[in-house]
């Protein structure tokens, strides 16, 4: 009888409602299980970093380890940060650097630290539509310390060994050219060419000092296909935003006609006013307003000898530029990142040109240079003729890529160099300029298609202010304080965060009505 009373008490208990089975953490057990045995609990108790950055980027990252076990740590031991898409240290976590706290941290006591590190290049993996990167705390990284509990090393949540970061790029500026002016109209070979332009800033971001570009390309002839010459430049001071500068140059013309302008008389003249590529590196530049912006119609003729006539150019002998081999010291480079390239100029005329530039450019897997991406200039003072000149130089992927901009393929490219890119010197042939190296590999973060090269935000949008709040002034407090060590230890124990309930786990199949627990058992038992 008393084995049937339990069964009908169970079957009462059952018609009242839900089962719930709870499970205890074990986090807590372990604790106390331990704390006999005098064992430290190493956590982090504070961490703060600024508030927005971008890629590549360095930040300063202030925080605090708080020993809230009851043993002393004897030995030094490592914090390292990491950066993640998500609110956790997981695989796909990006280290940053380490942090070494002295040993000695007794009981209860906490110890603040302040370290620099550098934002990943390019969007770190499974990056949030948000735009905002967490940086993590993992103490203790190599297992230094025994503790009385390991799992509370890393995932306490934000404020104590989690920083978010907003990303924000720099407002990019945009120098365009407002108006140009020449004079005289009609002009003469040998003689000087008097250029005023109005640069202006069409954009919200400053823009640096640079230089204009002044292009002679004769009339009728497109502009960008190998007929341009570049006769001068203008010096463009550092233009603030959506403000305009006034520029001029009297520019000395060439006593005879550059080899690639001979034939004609009529010219258009072209400013462009961002030479040295400080705020568009979209290459190559080319006016876009027309005659009456960026260009102006002018006429250069020979000079008149005193009989009326004129004296046919004599070019004499002439350099010849020609590049070599372009290696690039990785098959695979970064975004973000720098990297080698090793290339050589030979001079294969019979004159030395004088100084010179030699370019590098970015380009996609077929080679075309009429859309590429600036990485630098090399200033060559000369090269006698027969005599080659090699070059070692540093480059740097961009981080972003202006707005719009979408290279063939983002995964290849490859580095062209190119000998006189501007055209500013008469050579025997212009054909053996340019060389291409091989294809490399151009490599993001995480290989699961979820990272990406940024874009710039167009030069006239807004980027949103971060307007003061009673929140970012107690973050900003809170960071302050930890740089000075002043921020106080947790008065409570802290844990890592309990891992997010899921609907189907156990627990939720037992906690339903009876009916659902009945479908259970008959599943599972």
Same mark, same amino acid.
Request: a neutral charge; proline letters at 9%.
């Given at each position: 009888?008393?084995?049937?009373r339990?069964?009908?008490?169970?079957?009462?208990?059952?018609?009242?409602?839900?089962?719930?089975?709870?499970?205890d953490?074990?986090?807590?057990?372990?604790?106390?299980?331990?704390?006999?045995?005098?064992?430290?609990?190493?956590?982090?108790?504070?961490?703060?970093?600024?508030?927005?950055?971008?890629?590549?980027?360095?930040?300063?990252?202030s925080?605090?380890?708080?020993?809230?076990?009851?043993?002393?740590?004897?030995?030094?031991?490592?914090v390292?940060?990491?950066?993640?898409?998500?609110?956790?240290?997981? *695989?796909?976590?990006?280290?940053?650097?380490?942090?070494?706290?002295?040993?000695?941290?007794?009981?209860? /006591?906490?110890?603040?630290?302040?370290?620099?590190?550098?934002? =990943?290049?390019?969007?770190?993996?499974?990056?949030?539509?948000?735009?905002?990167?967490?940086?993590?705390?993992?103490?203790?990284?190599?297992?230094?310390?025994?503790?009385?509990?390991?799992?509370?090393?890393?995932?306490?949540?934000?404020?104590?060994?989690e920083?978010?970061? /907003?990303?924000s790029?720099?407002?990019?500026?945009?120098?365009?050219t407002?108006?140009?002016?020449?004079?005289?109209?009609?002009a003469?070979?040998? *003689?000087?060419?008097?250029?005023?332009? /109005?640069?202006?800033?069409?954009?919200?971001?400053?823009?640096p000092?640079?230089?204009?570009?002044?292009?002679?390309?004769?009339?009728?002839?497109?502009?960008?296909?190998?007929?341009d010459?570049?006769?001068g430049?203008?010096?463009?001071?550092?233009v603030?935003?959506?403000?305009?500068?006034?520029?001029?140059?009297?520019i000395?013309?060439p006593a005879?006609?550059?080899? %690639?302008?001979?034939?004609?008389? /009529?010219?258009?003249?072209?400013?462009?006013?961002?030479?040295?590529?400080?705020?568009? +590196?979209?290459?190559?530049?080319?006016a876009?307003?027309?005659?009456?912006?960026?260009?102006?119609?002018v006429?250069?003729?020979?000079p008149?000898?005193?009989?009326?006539?004129?004296?046919?150019?004599?070019?004499?002998?002439?350099?010849?530029?020609a590049?070599?081999?372009?290696?690039?010291?990785?098959?695979?480079?970064?975004?973000?990142?720098?990297?080698?390239?090793?290339t050589?100029?030979?001079?294969?005329?019979?004159?030395?040109?004088?100084?010179?530039?030699?370019?590098?450019? %970015?380009?996609?897997?077929?080679?075309?240079?009429?859309?590429?991406?600036?990485?630098?200039?090399a200033?060559?003072?000369?090269?006698?003729?027969?005599?080659s000149?090699?070059?070692?130089?540093?480059?740097?992927?961009?981080?972003?890529?202006?707005?719009?901009?979408?290279?063939?393929?983002?995964g290849?490219?490859?580095i062209?160099?190119?000998?006189?890119?501007?055209?500013?010197?008469?050579?025997?042939?212009?054909?053996?300029?340019?060389?291409?190296?091989?294809?490399?590999?151009?490599?993001?973060?995480?290989?699961?298609?979820?990272?990406?090269?940024?874009?710039? =935000?167009?030069?006239g949008?807004?980027? +949103?202010?971060?307007?003061?709040?009673?929140?970012?002034?107690? *973050?900003?407090?809170?960071?302050?304080q930890?740089?000075?060590?002043l921020?106080?230890?947790?008065?409570?124990?802290?844990?890592?965060?309990?891992? +997010?309930?899921?609907?189907?786990?156990?627990?939720?199949?037992?906690?339903?009505? +009876?009916?659902?627990?009945?479908?259970?058992?008959?599943?599972?038992?």
């Amino acid at each position: 009888m008393s084995q049937n009373r339990r069964s009908a008490g169970r079957r009462r208990a059952w018609g009242r409602g839900p089962i719930i089975l709870q499970y205890d953490s074990l986090e807590k057990r372990e604790v106390l299980s331990a704390a006999a045995q005098g064992l430290p609990d190493l956590v982090g108790s504070s961490f703060v970093t600024v508030q927005n950055a971008d890629w590549g980027d360095s930040v300063t990252a202030s925080g605090q380890i708080t020993n809230q076990g009851v043993g002393d740590v004897t030995k030094p031991f490592n914090v390292a940060i990491y950066a993640s898409g998500r609110a956790a240290i997981g *695989r796909a976590s990006v280290y940053l650097g380490e942090v070494t706290i002295p040993g000695g941290l007794a009981a209860g /006591q906490s110890v603040p630290f302040t370290t620099t590190v550098q934002l =990943p290049s390019s969007p770190v993996p499974n990056m949030a539509q948000n735009g905002i990167v967490h940086l993590d705390l993992k103490v203790d990284s190599q297992q230094q310390v025994a503790e009385s509990n390991e799992r509370n090393n890393s995932g306490i949540g934000p404020g104590y060994d989690e920083s978010a970061i /907003q990303i924000s790029p720099a407002q990019p500026a945009l120098l365009t050219t407002a108006s140009v002016g020449v004079y005289p109209t009609s002009a003469t070979w040998g *003689r000087t060419l008097s250029v005023t332009a /109005q640069i202006a800033n069409a954009s919200y971001g400053a823009a640096p000092a640079t230089r204009a570009q002044v292009v002679l390309t004769p009339v009728g002839t497109l502009q960008g296909s190998g007929s341009d010459v570049t006769i001068g430049s203008i010096k463009v001071p550092a233009v603030a935003a959506w403000q305009t500068a006034n520029v001029e140059a009297n520019i000395p013309l060439p006593a005879i006609p550059p080899l %690639l302008l001979s034939g004609t008389t /009529q010219y258009t003249l072209s400013v462009l006013p961002d030479a040295d590529f400080a705020t568009n +590196p979209v290459s190559p530049h080319l006016a876009t307003g027309g005659i009456g912006v960026d260009q102006a119609v002018v006429n250069i003729n020979l000079p008149v000898n005193a009989d009326g006539t004129t004296t046919t150019p004599d070019y004499g002998v002439l350099p010849d530029l020609a590049t070599g081999t372009v290696t690039v010291g990785s098959s695979e480079i970064n975004w973000g990142k720098s990297f080698q390239v090793q290339t050589t100029v030979q001079n294969m005329g019979e004159a030395d040109p004088g100084p010179f530039r030699v370019r590098f450019l %970015l380009v996609g897997p077929s080679g075309n240079t009429t859309r590429s991406i600036f990485l630098g200039d090399a200033t060559i003072p000369g090269l006698a003729p027969g005599y080659s000149q090699a070059i070692n130089q540093t480059l740097t992927l961009p981080s972003r890529l202006p707005d719009g901009v979408v290279l063939d393929s983002v995964g290849m490219g490859k580095i062209v160099v190119v000998a006189d890119p501007e055209n500013a010197l008469n050579e025997t042939f212009k054909n053996n300029n340019t060389a291409t190296s091989a294809p490399i590999t151009l490599r993001l973060l995480g290989s699961n298609g979820s990272t990406y090269v940024p874009n710039y =935000p167009p030069p006239g949008q807004l980027l +949103p202010v971060n307007l003061p709040s009673a929140a970012k002034n107690r *973050r900003a407090a809170t960071a302050a304080q930890a740089a000075k060590g002043l921020v106080a230890p947790p008065t409570k124990k802290l844990y890592r965060r309990p891992l +997010p309930k899921i609907n189907n786990s156990v627990t939720h199949q037992l906690s339903v009505f +009876p009916k659902t627990v009945g479908d259970f058992i008959k599943k599972y038992i």
